[in-house]
């Protein structure tokens, strides 16, 4: 079993930052990847970012060159730093972890942007 805890969700305004931080239960070189998803009012769960155990990190094409995914393995935490935010990456932001053939998240934490 896996849990996940995220934190550091809140308001920011367009252009602005925010960091969002996860902490796994378990040492995070033990599950196949880690990401970060975001759900907004009405739509599906999309994909933001994700780390793979070997280091490998990939985007959504609507944040490439905004936000970055690091992970801390000694602290077993994962984080989303997020700049030059937009309205519409207001949603809630949901920590994933992937273990072969099962995904374990967090209870998500919510992002607001606005002026």
């Known amino acids: 079993q896996v849990q996940l805890v995220e934190s550091g969700g809140g308001s920011a305004q367009p252009g602005g930052s925010l960091r969002l931080s996860c902490a796994s239960s378990v040492n995070i070189f033990e599950l196949n990847s880690m990401g970060w998803y975001r759900q907004a009012p009405g739509r599906q769960r999309d994909l933001v970012a994700k780390i793979n155990v070997g280091g490998v990190t990939s985007y959504a094409d609507s944040v490439k060159g905004r936000f970055t995914i690091s992970r801390d393995a000694a602290h077993k935490m994962v984080y989303l730093q997020m700049t030059d935010v937009k309205p519409e990456d207001a949603a809630v932001y949901y920590c994933?972890?992937?273990?072969?053939?099962?995904?374990?998240w967090g209870q998500g934490t919510q992002v607001t942007v606005s002026t």
């Open positions: 994933n972890a992937k273990i072969i053939g099962y995904d374990y």
